[in-house]
């Protein structure tokens, strides 16, 4: 959901109370992301490396919690003190559920 995204034509109440807690929800959940420093810049040997949009399992033993994300974003850095890691930002993948969007009506067409 865009900024731009607000209601451009009349509806009624109980559609744009809907839209208002869907993007309400929507805001509130991209504006809650952590961030995780792990070792290397592969999801382990031999495997790819770490990516945004893929879902990853989180199993935080700070805040007791075992979840799956989605990383939103991914920074790599190596120094000549410290080995190759990566920052991996990660975000609620709920924040991204598409919702319905009615149809538009088309007048005329080829009936």
């Known amino acids: 959901m865009s900024q731009g995204d607000y209601a451009d034509e009349p509806g009624d109440n109980l559609a744009l109370q809907e839209l208002a807690t869907t993007m309400a929800a929507v805001n509130a959940g991209r504006s809650l992301d952590l961030s995780y420093t792990v070792a290397g810049w592969r999801q382990g040997a031999g495997l790819p490396l770490w ?18 994300r ?20 990660v975000i609620d993948p709920q924040v991204y559920t598409l919702r319905a969007e009615p149809e538009k009506q088309v007048k005329g067409g080829w009936g």
């Open 51 to 68: 990516d945004i949009n893929q879902l990853v399992r989180i199993k935080d033993v700070l805040d007791v919690s075992d979840t799956t």
């Open 70 to 89: 989605l990383i939103k974003r991914c920074s790599f850095s190596v120094s000549e003190d410290s080995a190759p890691e990566t920052v991996l930002t």
